[in-house]
């Protein structure tokens, strides 16, 4: 079988390599959908992970295949297995803990000290045509549901997992900054949990007018309006009671985050910043402001985004805006997004067919 696996920095291959065998516990899903995250391109830059490592649960050294959001239909299914057959869609949760560790133990199974993603650190990847998984990590969707909107399921779910940490109600105001992938995930997960108003942050104009119409209250452009006094503006003077930095860029977006709280209010750190981000600590202390990050999800999460999305209280398939095949991944998918792509695309999806 075909899979694209990371050699080095810049050295990702699509290859012939065997294809996974069943074991005890576990299912072999036929890929369908894979989508292109930010931390690919990250991956694909720097590959950080030595090619000589073996994660302790993963067990495997490099090379890896890329790719960790991903929905498949399930071709074999190991004798043990229960509660998932041959034809079921499923999304893949691919992170995992050791379940033995003092953050697993309580109850905090996405910051576990070994985690580790199929994608990333082994058990293959979403960018082949096969990948054998645990049953407990197939997710099944009904029958007829769409292979693509499955596919999104894990972005969904690390925008979940923030909005549950900032601890949001049906009364509450949000800001996101940065309408990126995770950041229009964010406005999904927000409107699921029935927050009253979103403001986003955003330059683009194709982003800004996506946001809207996935349920954005007001879009706030910086290079036409000051953030916080727009903000606290439509708020009364008060400010949102959570705000969420999906953009990375550094203290330009952090600042104006926290900022823009009300009194006590909770900003999350939801992107991957490079770098030193110094900030104004006396609102933490005055005010009673909360800086977190967010990490991942739980499998708890992962479920909830699932119903989520077969319930129909998120709609996520607008945030796909291209589809390229297995074949062309690299060329057409990361290096297209690591040039100029990011300005125009938001989640690129790559499929081992032809198309």
Same mark, same amino acid.
């Given at each position: 079988?075909?899979?694209?696996?990371?050699?080095?920095?810049?050295?990702?291959?699509?290859?012939?390599? /065997?294809?996974?065998?069943?074991?005890?516990?576990?299912? $072999?899903?036929?890929?369908?959908?894979?989508? *292109?995250?930010?931390?690919?391109?990250?991956?694909?830059?720097?590959?950080?992970?030595?090619?000589?490592?073996?994660?302790?649960?993963?067990?495997?050294?490099?090379?890896?295949?890329?790719?960790?959001?991903?929905?498949?239909?399930?071709?074999?299914?190991?004798?043990?297995?229960?509660?998932?057959?041959?034809?079921?869609?499923?999304?893949? !949760?691919?992170?995992?803990?050791?379940?033995?560790?003092?953050?697993?133990?309580?109850?905090?199974?996405?910051?576990?000290?070994?985690?580790?993603?199929?994608?990333?650190?082994?058990?293959?990847?979403?960018?082949?045509?096969?990948?054998?998984?645990?049953?407990?990590?197939?997710?099944?969707?009904?029958?007829?549901?769409?292979?693509?909107?499955?596919? =999104?399921?894990?972005?969904?779910?690390?925008?979940?997992?923030?909005?549950?940490?900032?601890?949001?109600? !049906?009364?509450?105001?949000?800001?996101?900054?940065?309408? %990126?992938?995770?950041?229009?995930?964010?406005?999904?997960?927000?409107?699921?949990? %029935?927050?009253? &108003?979103?403001?986003?942050?955003?330059?683009?104009?194709?982003?800004?007018?996506?946001?809207?119409?996935?349920?954005?209250?007001?879009?706030?452009? /910086?290079?036409?309006?000051?953030?916080?006094?727009?903000?606290?503006?439509? &708020?009364?003077?008060?400010?949102?009671?959570?705000?969420?930095?999906?953009?990375?860029?550094? $203290?330009?977006?952090?600042?104006?985050?926290?900022?823009?709280?009300?009194?006590?209010?909770?900003?999350?750190?939801?992107?991957?910043?490079?770098?030193?981000?110094? =900030? @104004?600590?006396? /609102?933490?202390?005055?005010?009673?402001?909360?800086?977190?990050?967010?990490?991942?999800? &739980?499998?708890?999460?992962?479920?909830?985004?699932?119903?989520?999305?077969? @319930?129909?209280? *998120?709609? /996520?398939?607008?945030?796909?805006?291209?589809?390229?095949?297995?074949?062309?991944?690299?060329?057409?998918?990361?290096?297209?997004?690591?040039? @100029?792509?990011?300005?125009?695309?938001?989640?690129? =999806?790559? &499929?081992?067919?032809?198309?």
């Amino acid at each position: 079988m075909r899979a694209l696996r990371l050699h080095g920095p810049r050295d990702a291959r699509l290859e012939e390599i /065997p294809e996974p065998e069943l074991r005890p516990g576990t299912v $072999k899903v036929h890929v369908e959908w894979a989508g *292109i995250c930010g931390s690919d391109l990250g991956l694909y830059e720097s590959a950080p992970i030595p090619a000589d490592y073996a994660n302790p649960i993963m067990g495997e050294t490099g090379p890896h295949t890329l790719g960790h959001e991903f929905s498949g239909y399930v071709t074999a299914v190991a004798e043990d297995v229960t509660g998932v057959a041959v034809g079921d869609l499923v999304a893949v !949760q691919p992170n995992f803990a050791d379940g033995t560790c003092a953050e697993c133990l309580a109850g905090r199974p996405n910051l576990c000290d070994n985690f580790a993603f199929i994608g990333i650190n082994g058990w293959g990847g979403g960018f082949s045509d096969t990948v054998v998984v645990p049953a407990d990590h197939a997710l099944v969707l009904p029958a007829g549901f769409s292979a693509e909107t499955a596919a =999104l399921i894990e972005p969904l779910a690390v925008a979940w997992h923030a909005v549950e940490l900032a601890g949001v109600n !049906q009364r509450s105001t949000a800001l996101v900054v940065g309408a %990126g992938p995770i950041g229009l995930s964010l406005v999904l997960a927000l409107r699921a949990h %029935g927050v009253e &108003t979103v403001f986003v942050t955003e330059l683009s104009a194709s982003r800004k007018e996506l946001a809207l119409r996935l349920g954005a209250d007001r879009i706030i452009d /910086p290079r036409e309006e000051e953030v916080v006094g727009a903000v606290r503006a439509a &708020t009364g003077g008060r400010g949102v009671d959570v705000a969420f930095d999906a953009s990375g860029v550094g $203290k330009a977006t952090l600042q104006p985050a926290i900022d823009a709280l009300a009194a006590a209010g909770t900003a999350v750190v939801v992107a991957n910043f490079h770098g030193d981000v110094p =900030l @104004d600590v006396v /609102p933490f202390l005055t005010r009673e402001k909360v800086l977190t990050g967010s990490f991942a999800y &739980t499998a708890a999460d992962f479920r909830e985004v699932r119903d989520a999305v077969v @319930d129909g209280r *998120i709609r /996520p398939d607008a945030l796909i805006s291209s589809r390229v095949s297995l074949t062309h991944a690299l060329d057409r998918g990361i290096e297209h997004l690591l040039a @100029d792509g990011r300005a125009t695309e938001v989640k690129i =999806l790559v &499929t081992p067919r032809e198309i």
